[in-house]
């Protein structure tokens, strides 16, 4: 079966004998049903059209400032690019759409037979939701009028003219009448269209006498956002009469007189007007100064706070690393040397094993069609159980017997918590079971109980993977389900779109709230693992949701409240994001420049160097940097959040050291400053749930890290969990070879094979996803 589905879940009731009644009555439902969706599409074009129609161009709606209209009237020829013409949708939309642009930035800045274009009506009306639909559409101001003289001259000579033309058209239904209804109607209709210029303009006319020329912006803030770049915020002007600001110019200088301007840009973007200037050179101060403009003209600068900013990083910075990156390289050579033929792994991809979703046909009797290849559970019996949930919005997927598809693992022991590490690598590997299976083809009469439980786990597997006529079967829920009879259930969940085909027989969907209602509940007193399952089958396909969402983009400040049992370290995480640590973001900027990074380490590298140090004490010297003043109280107030949302007294904040090495970054726009715990938090008898005032939850540490690279790292977590998988069983099997050697010869073979296996494994052992917790085992040093 190829699990993914294109039409609303529906199930598939019976595959019995077909009367023609019964085709005739199916297709007839699905012709209406496809005659009801087109009609749906045609009236939602009608009724996106329906206003813009009544206007024969946009200068019309533009000249009522009809700014729903206009906006109509704008984004319609976009709908028509989109689905007229050949081919598939995004065929089309990459054949028309810069061609589209440019005609709308062609009719948007049409100059009208008056002079005028469409932002001129919106500046001198003060209509600030049309400037704003206009300017996203591209729109620029008038090329020939630029002086306000000129302005002045150009609005008389408007209002006489649309005076004079309505005067004309007075008298021209009073003069003689006008033979024919249609041409009475055109001409009373020219008499209103030239009375609505005539109020227009005079009214475009007292606007610009009341005008005057813009005040500086009240505020520019200039931020490092790289090694290369700069990110400038602007404010609007403050004043009664300064209009409509229609843009902005950025100038850039390395002298804080600007004798020689670097760089100038016109922001177009009046509602949250900002720029980011890039190509700068790393270390250098550029002063930023901005100026506004309007109908009358440009105005006075304003200078930026600070008053310059020199582009840096934190990575510039003396004890600080970038372990991560340097993980990326050695991964990769890695990879590369478990492919050369001295390698001698039992894992060799020698030849393309059958894909489970190009399954050979084969004729099929009647009684196959009602049964299924795969004999899936239905009771637990004491055993380790692997249960696949594949959701598509608030449906699931389930067998003919309307349950979640679930096979046993036939495992030597029921104690399965180091194998439930290594399947949790393997759920990011799941392309390498053909070939980790014929490396194991002869574990099962091997007297390793750990390649036994391998052997058995990636043949449950892989019959998932037959059964379901795919090789992803999601990803693996963080800790395993266990009951009071002895059961274990590991679970994977996978969300599938709604754009996906119906699956095969005898798989269907099922909604989330009747297969809850048809769960008849077991007579044991205890519920079983698999009852534990449906109960909570909401909170995990939750946790799914939420563990693969990114976190808004910013820098953050997290934590590490930690838990400790005989078996495992648990980590802290919030229930609405549980891919990162508790958090608090401290602004929008994720960048962190060297003067900050320089900073933040004074105040650690101390007797105590504590977080105590972030939150009192006063900042000598930071009156004349305006950035590092606004960094530490945003820092500290980020941090005085966090301890109290995770009922923290503030009095312990000496406790806590910060991580300084390094500054955990998430793609470009996502970093977190790390708050390291005290020793005392591993200890077993503290919980660090206890008086939280954000819901959270607790999950191993290795699988915390396996969900949050998942999210933020995936294309190297899936790189690095395949190469671990196949080096890890390799190392086994050569142990076991070397174990089962007879005579000389065979022992000096596998002694070999395992050294040649053993020197990478060494090497990728030093690859950790440890990323985020480096930190933790560097506390007490």
Not at 49 to 70: F, G, P, Q
Not at 130 to 150: D, F, I, M, S, T
Not at 546 to 564: D, E, F, M, N, R
Request: hydrophobic share 35%; proline share 5%.
């Amino acid at each position: 079966m190829s699990v993914s589905m294109r039409n609303p879940p529906q199930r598939r009731r019976s595959l019995g004998p077909v009367s023609p009644k019964r085709i005739y009555r199916n297709l007839s439902v699905r012709l209406r049903v496809g005659e009801s969706s087109v009609s749906r599409e045609a009236d939602a074009l009608k009724h996106h059209s329906k206003s813009a129609d009544t206007y024969k161009s946009l200068w019309e709606a533009v000249e009522n400032e009809d700014t729903l209209a206009v906006q109509s009237l704008l984004s319609r020829d976009h709908i028509d690019c989109c689905v007229g013409g050949g081919g598939s949708m995004w065929e089309r939309r990459d054949r028309k759409e810069k061609d589209w642009v440019k005609e709308r930035e062609k009719g948007v800045n049409r100059v009208s037979d008056q002079g005028l274009v469409p932002l001129d009506v919106a500046a001198l009306t003060h209509n600030s939701p049309l400037l704003h639909v206009l300017e996203k559409a591209g729109a620029r101001h008038n090329p020939v009028l630029c002086q306000p003289a000129e302005w002045a001259f150009k609005l008389e000579a408007l209002v006489a003219l649309a005076g004079k033309r309505v005067e004309e058209k007075k008298m021209e239904t009073l003069r003689k009448p006008v033979p024919g209804p249609q041409a009475q109607a055109d001409l009373h209709r020219q008499v209103r269209l030239w009375s609505l210029r005539l109020q227009l303009y005079c009214r475009m006319r007292e606007n610009f006498l009341k005008t005057e020329l813009p005040g500086p912006p009240s505020h520019v803030s200039i931020l490092v956002t790289s090694t290369s770049s700069l990110f400038v915020s602007i404010k609007e002007p403050e004043g009664d009469n300064i209009g409509l600001i229609t843009c902005y110019r950025v100038e850039w200088s390395t002298s804080d007189s600007f004798k020689r301007i670097l760089g100038s840009i016109q922001v177009t973007e009046t509602k949250n007007p900002s720029y980011t200037i890039k190509g700068l050179t790393t270390g250098v101060h550029y002063f930023v100064r901005v100026s506004a403009f309007n109908v009358k003209g440009w105005g006075p600068t304003q200078c930026s706070t600070p008053a310059s900013a020199a582009p840096s990083s934190w990575r510039e910075c003396l004890g600080v690393k970038s372990q991560f990156r340097n993980h990326e390289g050695l991964l990769r050579k890695l990879s590369e040397d478990a492919r050369e033929p001295y390698y001698r792994g039992f894992c060799i991809e020698s030849s393309k094993p059958q894909s489970p979703s190009k399954r050979l046909s084969v004729s099929r009797g009647i009684k196959q069609l009602f049964q299924s290849a795969t004999k899936f559970v239905r009771l637990l019996q004491r055993g380790v159980y692997l249960a696949i949930v594949f959701y598509q919005k608030d449906n699931i997927l389930v067998t003919a017997e309307d349950q979640i598809p679930l096979v046993e693992i036939q495992c030597c022991s029921t104690s399965i918590t180091h194998d439930f590490l290594w399947f949790a690598k393997l759920s990011c590997a799941w392309q390498q079971v053909p070939w980790l299976q014929q490396a194991l083809a002869s574990a099962q009469f091997s007297s390793s109980s750990l390649l036994q439980n391998r052997h058995n786990i990636l043949r449950a597997v892989s019959l998932l993977q037959t059964s379901l006529g795919t090789m992803d079967l999601g990803q693996v829920y963080y800790e395993p389900l266990k009951d009071r009879q002895g059961n274990i259930l590991l679970v994977t969940l996978k969300d599938f779109p709604t754009t996906s085909s119906s699956p095969d027989p005898p798989f269907h969907w099922m909604p989330l709230a009747r297969l809850e209602k048809n769960r008849t509940r077991t007579l044991l007193p205890e519920p079983t693992a698999m009852d534990m399952l449906y109960e909570q089958l909401k909170e995990k396909i939750s946790f799914h949701r939420h563990s693969t969402q990114w976190a808004q983009p910013g820098l953050y400040v997290g934590i590490l409240k930690l838990c400790s049992t005989v078996e495992q370290i648990r980590v802290l995480v919030p229930q609405r994001l549980p891919n990162l640590l508790c958090h608090t973001r401290v602004r929008l900027n994720a960048h962190v420049s060297r003067e900050e990074w320089a900073w933040l380490q004074s105040h650690v590298y101390t007797a105590t160097g504590s977080v105590q140090n972030l939150l009192g004490g006063q900042d000598e010297g930071l009156t004349e940097t305006g950035a590092l003043m606004e960094f530490s109280r945003s820092l500290r107030a980020a941090v005085t959040h966090l301890l109290t949302k995770l009922n923290i007294p503030l009095y312990r904040a000496y406790q806590y050291g910060v991580y300084t090495r390094e500054l955990l970054q998430f793609g470009d726009k996502v970093s977190v400053l790390l708050l390291l715990p005290p020793s005392e938090d591993f200890s077993s008898s503290y919980w660090p749930l206890v008086g939280t005032k954000e819901p959270g939850l607790t999950m191993p540490l290795q699988i915390f890290e396996l969900v949050h690279f998942w999210t933020y790292e995936q294309q190297f977590l899936l790189q690095y969990c395949q190469l671990w998988v196949k080096m890890e069983l390799d190392t086994h099997l050569a142990q076991q070879a070397l174990r089962e050697a007879l005579d000389t010869k065979e022992v000096q073979e596998a002694r070999e094979r395992l050294n040649h296996i053993s020197d990478l494994s060494r090497v990728s052992t030093g690859i950790k996803l440890r990323h985020i917790t480096d930190g933790i085992f560097g506390l007490n040093q």
